[in-house]
């Protein structure tokens, strides 16, 4: 099988997955809400995919935030040829500037979506931005995608006593 086509299938079952993700995610924020609404962003937007699938979800409102200048100009063109760019605001900013009020509502948003994540998982300092975003701009009953990881390590021993430090300066 090519390799090209293994990958390709892989990432259509990740969109899949985040797709249902986050249509459960839109109708339990509109559940929660009393005007029946869900307001998103999707951190490091990049092209605009997860902003695309919030909005077809039935979002409220979506904010892309993302900082290269190059991804946001091709997802406004992505959102402009699904017609859905009256329901997309894209920003070019790091989401860990944003703040209530400067750019996000002033009642904060509900939903959170990211897909910024490298092999290991907190490389990126994702919890950090996520924490950041909870603080600033995000409502205290936010639902966020994804909601849940599981890191996995494997234990090293370094038995000291074996370890020659004959060639190691001591001064």
Avoid: W
Avoid at 11 to 31: M, N, Q, S
Avoid at 70 to 99: F, P
Wanted: with cysteine; glycine share 8%; net charge neutral.
């Amino acid at each position: 099988m090519d390799s090209s086509l293994g990958s390709f299938q892989a990432d259509t079952i990740r969109l899949e997955k985040y797709y249902g993700a986050i249509e459960r995610a839109v109708a339990k924020a509109k559940a929660r809400n009393p005007f029946r609404e869900a307001h998103v962003i999707d951190v490091g937007s990049g092209g605009g995919i997860l902003s695309m699938m919030a909005a077809r979800a039935g979002a409220t409102s979506v904010l892309a935030s993302e900082f290269s200048e190059a991804l946001c100009n091709a997802s406004r063109v992505a959102c402009a040829s699904n017609a859905l760019s009256e329901k997309i605001s894209i920003i070019n900013r790091d989401a860990c500037l944003l703040e209530r009020g400067k750019g996000v509502r002033h009642s904060g948003l509900n939903v959170c979506v990211l897909d910024i994540f490298e092999a290991g998982l907190l490389g990126d300092n994702v919890m950090t931005i996520i924490d950041h975003i909870k603080r600033n701009i995000l409502q205290p009953d936010c639902i966020v995608v994804p909601a849940a990881a599981t890191v996995y390590a494997m234990g090293v021993e370094c038995i000291t006593s074996k370890v020659s430090f004959n060639n190691v300066d001591k001064s």
